[in-house]
């Protein structure tokens, strides 16, 4: 049975910092790439950052960009989002999502993840 459950979401002031974990099990966690996405209440859901399953590449949304880090730890089967300079945009629900590749080819669509977590709340005040 595979689970992804991610932690680390939290209230932070504009300018802070968080960094959301997400954890995989059931699964060979480095036959999959890994995504970061993200939900504000009445908006559509956005991809946010992706990871290959080597860690090798990465992608980041141009809202993000120089403020997110995506990585992994293989050996742990956990995937992280390093979010610093947060902004009151930034509040969201935030999923972790597992797609099966051995490719370097990342991708932003939701629908080609094969599991997703159920998420966890980053709150950024102003």
């Known amino acids: 049975q595979v689970q992804v459950v991610e932690s680390g979401g939290g209230l932070v002031q504009a300018g802070g910092s968080l960094r959301l974990s997400c954890t995989a ?3 060979s966690f480095d036959d999959y790439a890994m ?31 120089g403020r997110f880090t995506i990585s992994r730890d293989n050996a742990k089967n956990t995937l992280y989002l390093q979010m610093n300079s ?38 950024v005040s102003s």
């Open 86 to 123: 947060l902004k009151p945009e930034d509040t969201a629900m935030y999923y972790c999502a597992a797609r099966v590749t051995k490719s370097g080819v990342l991708s932003s669509r939701a629908s080609s993840y094969n599991y997703w977590g159920q998420g966890t709340q980053v709150t």
């Open 25 to 27: 099990s059931g699964l």
């Open 35 to 65: 995504g970061w996405f993200r939900q504000a209440p009445g908006k559509k859901r956005e991809g946010v950052s992706f990871i290959s399953w080597s860690g090798a590449y990465t992608y980041h949304a141009d809202s993000v960009k």
